[in-house]
């Protein structure tokens, strides 16, 4: 991929909560961070790409956004993940795959149509 498209794509930094210990210890308490900051998170982020170990990008990317749905719902930072999803698909890369399908899958409509189906599929509030 040529290095003036990558330059382009915008890198926003995020500065995240830690999650804390939950009302009567519990567990962690992870309500105030963004999904990508709980092990089930995580674990569909790292899963993102054509590398070892890695699922590919779209499947990927709609189960990390179900799996978002299900667990926080309404109380997702859509937008913030949106970024998330992008920073990662854009870092891991591919050589098997074009600029445009990787442009396609990351752009808002394909984003925003994937959590509008998520949310009435899986979202529990």
């Known amino acids: 991929m040529p290095t003036d498209i990558i330059r382009s794509v915008s890198r926003v930094s995020v500065n995240k909560p830690r999650p ?16 990508t900051d709980t092990p089930r998170g995580r674990e ?11 699922g590919g990008f779209y499947p990927v990317i709609l189960r990390l956004i179900a799996s978002a749905a299900r667990l926080r719902g ?3 930072n859509w937008q913030e993940l949106k970024e998330i999803i992008r920073q990662r698909v854009w870092q891991v890369g591919s050589s098997a795959r074009e600029y445009r399908y990787l442009a396609q899958i990351t752009s808002d409509a394909s984003l925003d149509s994937s959590i509008a189906g998520a949310m009435r599929k899986f979202a529990r509030f």
């Open 20 to 35: 804390s210990q939950s009302y009567g210890g519990k567990g962690l308490d992870y309500s105030n961070v963004c999904f």
């Open 44 to 54: 569909w982020l790292d899963k993102i790409g054509d590398h070892a170990g890695g």
């Open 74 to 76: 309404s109380k997702n």
